[in-house]
């Protein structure tokens, strides 16, 4: 008897735990230039002209350092199209500041409102998310450089390239 209170306490502690996998903390700042179009494969030229090259500089709170390249898909780029990207990584409290954390692909939030800018969700652990650090306010001294039209990135891929700290 006293094995099977011991158990249900056990289970509705996790389900009432205050801190849960879904709490999510600044873990770092990540800054990726963004280069030139990806060469496209036969019969992806439309996808092509919307991915461009990446290399990243991740700094975590601990101090570590870690680099990426990858791609970055953008909507309604144009030809010269080279921009600085900032983003805040936040991940779950728990078990996740890992060396290679962002080594994935992303998504946009489907769950942002019309005229904000989504945040990058982990395609393979969801609880890793990119938050922009860009100024969408109107008004704001960047905000034609920054309106969806000319600046919306829809995806990001990344792979680990050196690790430090």
């Not at 249900?8 to 735990?17: K, P, Y």
């Not at 002209?49 to 101090?63: D, H, M, N, P, Y």
Request: aromatic residues 6%; glycine residues 10%; charged residues 20%.
């Amino acid at each position: 008897m006293r094995t099977i209170w011991l158990l249900a306490a056990l289970g509705a502690g996790g389900a009432w735990s205050p801190a849960g996998p879904q709490d999510k903390v600044e873990v770092g700042f990540l800054q990726c230039s963004v280069f030139g179009p990806v060469e496209a494969e036969p019969g992806e030229a439309a996808a092509a002209a919307q991915t461009r090259r990446v290399s990243c500089a991740f700094e975590l709170k601990s101090g570590a350092e870690e680099t990426y390249v990858g791609k970055v898909q953008v909507a309604n780029p144009s030809l010269d199209w080279k921009r600085t990207l900032l983003w805040s990584v936040k991940a779950p409290s728990e078990g996740l500041a890992v060396p290679g954390l962002l080594n994935q692909s992303y998504a946009a939030d489907p769950r942002t409102p019309a005229g904000q800018i989504p945040d990058m969700i982990g395609e393979l652990h969801s609880g890793v998310v990119l938050q922009t650090m860009s100024d969408p306010k109107e008004g704001s001294s960047g905000a034609r450089e920054r309106s969806p039209a000319a600046f919306t990135v829809l995806g990001v891929q990344l792979e680990l390239r050196t690790t430090a700290g």
